[in-house]
């Protein structure tokens, strides 16, 4: 009964490979999310999408790219991954834009 | 950036103390914040949210406390347990309104 589920948990990948991040949250939530977790813990948001539509592109190079197939789903691809692409990758969502967010347990990219 | 800022990045209590967690927003525009706690491979969990019109709330063992004159936001944990360690984040409402910006983190170490 995950709320926010996202796959893979773990990946381990070569510079120059692209690679995918599936999400999916069953709450009936409106608006998702990604959010990038650097090593030191810090959260940013990449990007939000609201009923299939991209809300918010922060700054995020155009090697990312999301794809929203429908409002529970919100997918992540990733092409010619870069050594500082490493990190842990969070999908969430909320009912509405603002509100409270709901993370996903997260996705851990190593790029070796 | 980082518009959300905590100044303690660690503390370590004794369990069974009282912790308090502070955090400084920048976003005077902001009607919401939300506490999260991240334990150790996880992602962010929802403790405690306020919003604006509010100064205090309280929850199972923990406190909110919003004082928008100087934009400081406090959490306190009553009776800190081992199961408390984790990284704290304040988070506020963005600029625009449509999205949740989230502080540096403060770990919180609990000695038995």
């Known amino acids: 009964d995950t709320a926010v589920s996202q796959t893979p948990k773990y990946l381990v990948t070569q510079m120059g490979n692209d690679k995918s991040i599936k999400c999916e949250q069953n709450?009936?939530?409106?608006?998702m999310y990604w959010y990038k977790q650097d090593s030191k813990k810090f959260l940013k948001i990449m990007f939000s999408y609201n009923n299939k539509e991209l809300i918010i592109n922060e700054t995020v190079p155009n090697r990312f790219s999301p794809k929203s197939p429908d409002k529970a789903h919100l997918n992540l691809h990733i092409n010619s991954l870069e050594l500082g692409d490493s990190a842990v990758y969070f999908c969430?969502?909320?009912?509405?834009?603002?509100?409270?967010?709901?993370f996903g347990e997260g996705s851990w990219l190593t790029v070796v | 950036g980082e518009s959300v800022g905590l100044h303690l990045p660690t503390l370590s209590v004794q369990e069974g103390d009282n912790s308090i967690i502070n955090c400084a927003y920048s976003?005077?525009?902001?009607?919401?914040f939300i506490w999260y706690k991240q334990e150790s491979g996880k992602g962010p969990q929802f403790i405690i949210d306020i919003r604006s019109n509010m100064d205090k709330r309280q929850g199972q063992r923990v406190t909110v406390l919003l004082n928008k004159t100087v934009k400081h936001l406090s959490l306190q944990i009553a009776a800190t347990q081992p199961g408390d360690s984790a990284v704290y984040f304040c988070a506020e409402k963005g600029n625009r309104g449509n999205d949740m910006r989230f502080g540096a983190g403060t770990r919180l170490t609990v000695k038995p």
């Open positions: 709450l009936g939530h409106d608006t």
């Open positions: 976003n005077s525009a902001s009607d919401y």
């Open positions: 969430a969502s909320s009912q509405i834009e603002g509100g409270t967010i709901y």
